[in-house]
């Protein structure tokens, strides 16, 4: 199958943006570090208040410094910079199991700021951080982003177009929808419009396609080409019929500027406008 030229383009484009890292993986990762500073500081402060104790070493930790609840603290602080530091590495090469073992690592924390929230120790910045982080992460976009880091960048033609189709909005009752353009030419026939508004057929309906279409690329000076899908417009009874037909869905717009065209909202404008300096120009005389 022969790929066109701007789907090879577009893949290329895409490749090379899903290689760099989202900025939101940047900050999980500068998050992580800091945990892990901050613990090894921890570490490091209980090592000198145990081992030299007349360095009078004062940490003022939100733990004991002995007992049960010190030690299942330092197992539950232990646990989660070892996670950090292999996620780090995990999130710095945009490995797929790297997301999974940061979701296990914040879940873990989050269970921990559970526990300390209801011994009364509840860190609400800690919590904050760690929902926003797992939201993050769950985002199709950043789920896609450590997939194709994973195989190499690579992504196939149906992940490129979903990845990037467009999302189309249609009011209730909607009559008229996009369509494929090489349907739409072999039901036209084709005309051209002369300086004199002259207009001549120069392909019936069912004659056009897009290969002879491309052929008429050599138009006189002063004329025009057009498409015509309909002989003739529906006067004014028949559009009527065709509005009271039983299978036609009824237009529902929220408001009156959904239902009007471009030029109906601008001179709706202009009457508002008019309405009000008209009102403001006889409050004022009566002032006067």
């Not at 009007?260 to 508002?272: D, E, I, P, Q, W």
Request: charged share 20%.
């Amino acid at each position: 199958m022969v790929v066109p030229q701007f789907l090879v383009e577009f893949r290329i484009v895409a490749e090379n943006k899903r290689r760099r890292r989202p900025f939101g993986v940047k900050v999980i990762i500068t998050l992580q570090l800091f945990s892990i500073v901050t613990g090894l500081f921890v570490f490091a402060g209980e090592y000198l208040a145990f081992s030299y104790p007349e360095l009078n070493v004062n940490l003022d930790l939100d733990f004991p410094m002995s007992g049960p609840e010190f030690w299942i603290t330092n197992v539950q602080l232990a646990i989660v910079m070892v996670l950090s530091m292999i996620s780090v590495v995990g999130l710095w090469r945009m490995q797929r199991w790297a997301w999974y073992l940061t979701m296990l690592e914040l879940g873990f924390s989050m269970v921990v700021n559970i526990s300390m929230y209801f011994n009364g120790n509840v860190n609400y910045i800690d919590m904050f951080l760690n929902v926003l982080m797992v939201f993050y992460l769950n985002q199709k976009d950043v789920q896609r982003a450590f997939s194709a880091a994973s195989r190499g960048g690579r992504m196939n033609d149906l992940e490129l177009l979903r990845q990037y189709e467009p999302v189309v909005h249609y009011t209730s009752g909607e009559h008229f929808f996009p369509c494929a353009v090489d349907g739409y030419v072999q039901r036209c026939s084709l005309w051209s419009l002369n300086k004199k508004k002259q207009r001549q057929q120069l392909l019936p309906a069912g004659d056009l396609d897009l290969q002879r279409l491309a052929t008429f690329d050599d138009v006189p000076p002063g004329e025009t080409l057009h498409l015509r899908i309909v002989d003739k417009p529906l006067d004014a009874v028949a559009y009527q019929r065709w509005r009271q037909l039983p299978d036609l869905p009824a237009f529902h717009a929220p408001g009156r500027f959904t239902r009007v065209g471009l030029v109906s909202r601008l001179a709706s404008s202009l009457f508002n406008i008019s309405a009000r300096a008209w009102h403001c120009a006889r409050w004022n005389g009566r002032r006067g």
